[in-house]
């Protein structure tokens, strides 16, 4: 069992809005910032949303995140068929003194 | 380019002991906090164990806390995890990862390695 609560499913069709939540507590999510990874079959996790909303460089502004109290989302504006893939929600918690992962949410495009 | 090439990855029988090696380049490694990241087979990911930028802190995810050892060597530029008294839910995919920002206790990883595939089985 994952310490952040994300649903392990999520779809939609090219072109529309997708948004993934993150469920955590006051010791993980509502102290630190949050990040999402996208993973791609076979590939390693990348970083797509850093400290909450800020997209690193090179991710489509497709992507965007947001953070509310013990809870964080990942939406996709415009869904594209390269967006199917695995995406993680992760938080540093300050009461285990480690990094918490959620369980990942599979996007598939239908 | 960032790059990070993790090594050390076998097939080990429950209760020996490997050593996991990473080596950086493309960024000054001594500037950045590195982590070790685990994704069993089909599984998703864990967080195993991070060192800030000059080894002064580090942390470990319960499940290996006594049995895994990170270290870094600036000169070589290259990240370490020892791994001991190995047990079969240690079988997992490790992943060499930067971080954002100079201290350990930060869930920020920008870059990542391909990954070393560790298989603990009798």
């Known amino acids: 069992q994952s310490v952040l609560t994300q649903p392990p499913s999520a779809s939609g069709t090219p072109g529309q809005r997708v948004t993934i939540s993150c469920s955590g507590s006051g010791s993980n999510i509502g102290s630190n910032p949050v990040n999402w990874y996208q993973q791609l079959p076979g590939s390693a996790p990348k970083l797509v949303m850093q400290s909450n909303d800020q997209r690193p460089s090179g991710v489509p502004g497709r992507f965007s995140g947001s953070k509310s109290g013990t809870s964080a989302s990942l939406a996709i504006n415009g869904l594209q068929s390269e967006d199917e893939a695995d995406y993680y929600c992760?938080?540093?918690?300050?009461?285990?003194?480690?990094?918490?992962f959620g369980g990942g949410t599979k996007v598939t495009v239908l | 380019d960032v790059l990070l090439v993790e090594s050390g990855g076998d097939l080990v029988q429950p209760g020996r002991s490997l050593r996991l090696s990473c080596e950086a380049s493309g960024f000054i490694f001594d500037d950045y906090a590195m982590h070790w990241v685990r994704q069993a087979p089909g599984k998703g990911l864990e967080w195993v164990s991070s060192i800030s930028y000059n080894s002064g802190s580090t942390g470990y995810a319960a499940s290996v806390k006594g049995r895994f050892t990170i270290s870094r060597d600036k000169a070589k530029n290259f990240l370490y995890l020892q791994m001991n008294s190995l047990r079969p839910e240690d079988t997992a995919f490790y992943y060499c990862?930067?971080?954002?920002?100079?201290?350990?206790?930060?869930?920020?990883?920008?870059?990542w390695g391909q990954g070393t595939l560790v298989t603990v089985s009798s």
């Open positions: 992760a938080a540093w918690d300050d009461r285990l003194n480690g990094g918490v």
């Open positions: 990862v930067k971080g954002y920002s100079l201290s350990y206790s930060s869930s920020s990883f920008d870059f």
